[in-house]
């Protein structure tokens, strides 16, 4: 190191950098750091082998079971009871370390218990939460279609047709995460009859079923998505989530997990910026290290500007959630601006590490290239814009 350069302390600090995490109550900080030391010793040591051959942990289901941290209070005996911050950490610290584990986890946890919760009768909430809160059913989340995808509310295409005490569906999902392997598949279709979106649970196995896995994608490789294809698939009318009456129940599924989004988003940047402190420190360029260099400690600054603000922004919104009080715009106002601070960040971080920042083994281009599909998916940044634009002014910019 060029002898004018004093290095004043260690430096390390990390990605929360506001302490968040100190906004928890005692026994929440302790559950929440027992999910961090299995995150770093059961996942971190693998996330890039698993993401370049595009494997999904699911030979964790138990340890993540013992986390008892999937579910709710009263999906099962043994969850302890959460608070939405400390929902949305979980979310932050899984995807700190590998955003394919988060989604894997969200999907399940998220999208698909979260449809049962908020859309099924007492007694489908009885039938199928409790062993999906235990991993011994894994659920998955079938909205997006090959020819729809923004547009959902207005044009699905997969149609629901009632025949005596069975409904009968057709149509094709695309990107459908977890589909490959899970058990239980919410499938979002259009009442041929009055025209609403239903959701049907559909078995896998189903006769008519099929879920043929996306192939060559360069972002979240960790999650298996699908191509679904619903062939006069039959589902008992007792499968029919039986408080999803049109798409404005869909919509509040999507509404908790968009702000879920947001909080990956904003442990994806804390992720990238942590492995980019950790490389500019021991890297040397001209005699010294990167970290002691004006441009590259403006853009780690810039990096923890950013993941503070977006933290801030989820913090705030947890506390709206905890009253009731979140509304679709406030979940995507902060979907809006934490993937798109991420993009920014993961950006920064894979500058800093020049050309090794394109080799998985820093950890750095993983995140880079994951940050890609948190952008997109719940909803593009554009579309959470116009919600958002929508309740700003009154009008709807959509079509
Ligand atoms: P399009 O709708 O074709 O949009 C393309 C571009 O046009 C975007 O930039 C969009 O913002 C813009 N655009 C579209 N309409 C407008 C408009 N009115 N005004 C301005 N701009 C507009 N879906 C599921 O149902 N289940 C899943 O589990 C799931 N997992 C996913 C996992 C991954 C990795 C990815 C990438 C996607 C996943 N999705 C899933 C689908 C995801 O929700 C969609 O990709 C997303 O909603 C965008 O749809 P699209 O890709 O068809 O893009």
Not at 115 to 137: T, Y
Not at 235 to 262: I, M, N, Y
Not at 310 to 320: C, F, Y
């Amino acid at each position: 190191m060029a002898e004018h350069q004093h290095r004043t302390d260690p430096g390390a600090v990390e990605g929360d950098f506001y302490r968040v995490k100190d906004l928890l109550d005692a026994d929440e900080r302790k559950r929440l750091d027992a999910v961090r030391e299995f995150l770093v010793t059961r996942v971190a040591p693998h996330a890039n082998e698993w993401w370049e051959r595009e494997h999904t942990p699911l030979d964790l289901r138990e340890e993540i079971r013992a986390l008892g941290i999937t579910g709710e209070p009263g999906d099962t005996d043994g969850i302890a009871p959460r608070g939405h911050l400390f929902a949305g950490l979980l979310g932050m610290e899984m995807a700190r370390v590998d955003p394919s584990f988060a989604t894997f986890f969200g999907v399940h946890a998220g999208l698909a218990m979260g449809s049962i919760r908020e859309c099924g009768s007492a007694e489908q909430r009885e039938r199928w939460l409790p062993s999906m809160a235990r991993w011994e059913k894994i659920g998955a989340f079938g909205l997006t279609e090959p020819l729809v995808g923004s547009g959902t509310a207005l044009g699905l295409t997969t149609t629901a047709r009632r025949e005596g005490d069975e409904w009968v569906l057709n149509g094709e999902k695309k990107w459908i995460g977890n589909a490959t392997f899970a058990d239980l598949i919410v499938i979002w279709a259009k009442d041929e009859e009055d025209e609403q979106v239903k959701g049907f649970v559909v078995e896998k196995g189903t006769p008519g079923f099929s879920a043929r896995k996306l192939e060559h994608k360069i972002a979240l490789r960790g999650v298996q998505n699908a191509h679904i294809v619903l062939e006069d698939v039959r589902v008992p009318e007792a499968d029919r989530l039986q408080e999803a009456h049109s798409f404005r129940d869909t919509a509040r599924v999507l509404k908790v997990t968009r702000g879920g989004v947001a909080w990956s988003a904003t442990g994806c940047s804390v992720g990238a910026y942590e492995a980019a402190r950790a490389y500019t420190v021991e890297r040397e360029q001209f005699g010294r290290p990167l970290a002691g260099f004006q441009l590259v400690q403006d853009l780690l600054a810039r990096m923890l500007a950013n993941i503070t603000a977006s933290q801030a922004m989820v913090v705030r919104m947890a506390a709206l959630e905890e009253r009731d009080e979140m509304s679709d715009a406030h979940a995507a106002l902060a979907k809006m601006f934490c993937t798109s601070r991420m993009r920014e960040t993961v950006a920064w971080a894979r500058e800093v590490l020049g050309g090794n920042g394109i080799l998985l083994e820093n950890d750095v281009a993983r995140f880079f290239a994951d940050a890609e599909a948190l952008y997109s998916y719940e909803g593009t940044r554009d579309m959470n814009a116009l919600i958002v634009g929508r309740a700003a002014t009154g009008y709807s910019a959509f079509v």
